[in-house]
């Protein structure tokens, strides 16, 4: 079983930066992939971005590109997401999630974080 911790959602303002973290433990060893995603009131949840654990390759929605940015630390057990250049359309609750996918890290999320709030305001 694998837990998730996200920290680091605050109130912003707009053109304002923050950076995610999320910390996973429990059985690492399975996860390949590690994502962020995010879910606005009235809204679906959206994958913001994705990266595998290995070889660091990562995804982003094209609403993010140029501002978001996906990493992991040298003991590849926190994915960070730094978020630049935020708008009101930004606000969001954001989680954490891993897969066991070993290759694709555009398919389905097993693992859950509780999710931390972001919002972004002019």
């Known amino acids: 079983q694998v837990q998730l911790a996200e920290s680091g959602g605050v109130s912003v303002q707009v053109g304002g930066s923050l950076r995610l973290s999320c910390a996973a433990s429990?059985?690492?060893?399975?996860?390949?992939?590690m994502a962020w995603f995010r879910q606005a009131p009235g809204k679906g949840r959206e994958r913001v971005a994705s990266?595998?654990?290995?070889?660091?390759?990562?995804l982003y929605t094209d609403s993010v590109k140029g501002r978001f940015t996906i990493s992991r630390d040298n003991t590849k057990t926190t994915a960070y997401l730094q978020m630049n250049s935020l708008t009101p359309e930004d606000s969001a609750m954001y989680y954490c999630?891993?897969?066991?996918?070993?290759?694709?890290?555009?398919?389905?999320?097993?693992?859950w974080g509780q999710g931390t709030q972001v919002t972004v305001s002019s």
């Open positions: 429990g059985y690492i060893s399975g996860i390949y992939c």
């Open positions: 999630a891993a897969s066991a996918a070993r290759a694709d890290c555009s398919g389905e999320y097993n693992s």
């Open positions: 990266i595998h654990r290995f070889t660091g390759w990562a």
